[in-house]
């Protein structure tokens, strides 16, 4: 943990660079989405010609603007799911990343109490009798990070030694 801090600290292009690959697939939606809404906004103004014109009826008029209204707003929910999703890339390479707030200024005791068990543990799993996997709290916001720097190397986003 404390090599991503500094990896966060003394390395912004190395952040940058993780968090670029990270959010590459974000903005390429996020472009078609826009791309999209556009050419409905061209297809709406045609619309309203056609109708201006008198090639087509009210009604036809009024059918078309609720499944644009529709097609625009399942475009904008999904513009807001890449937004979110960029969010929390860009929250996740800085240092209000919830996993490091949570667990960097930890010191783990010789003995687990009841209330370490539930300020740190997510869940457990009990696999067959046999195996256990403890989850801690926001350990999901590790995975935007490369291996290595969770394992204190020095790693670039493409798992490739600098």
């Not at 409905?40 to 619309?47: L, M, P, Q």
């Not at 009604?59 to 904008?76: D, I, N, P």
């Not at 005791?109 to 926001?138: C, G, N, Y």
């Amino acid at each position: 943990m404390m090599n991503i801090d500094r990896v966060l600290d003394l390395n912004p292009e190395k952040v940058k660079q993780c968090m670029d690959a990270g959010l590459l697939q974000y903005r390429k939606r996020a472009n078609e989405i826009v791309t999209y809404l556009m050419a409905k906004d061209d297809e709406r103004t045609a619309v309203y010609r056609e109708y201006e014109r008198g090639s087509i009826s009210l009604e036809q008029v009024e059918e078309y603007e609720h499944q644009y209204q529709v097609a625009v707003q399942k475009q904008e929910a999904a513009f807001k799911k890449v937004m979110l999703a960029v969010n929390d890339i860009e929250k996740a390479f800085s240092h209000g990343n919830p996993w490091l707030m949570k667990f960097r200024a930890i010191s783990i005791p010789e003995t687990l109490e009841r209330t370490h068990l539930k300020e740190w543990l997510d869940h457990v799993w009990i696999v067959d009798f046999e195996q256990v996997e403890v989850i801690l709290q926001e350990s999901e916001w590790k995975r935007f990070f490369p291996e290595e720097w969770l394992n204190n190397g020095e790693e670039d986003c493409n798992g490739k030694k600098e």
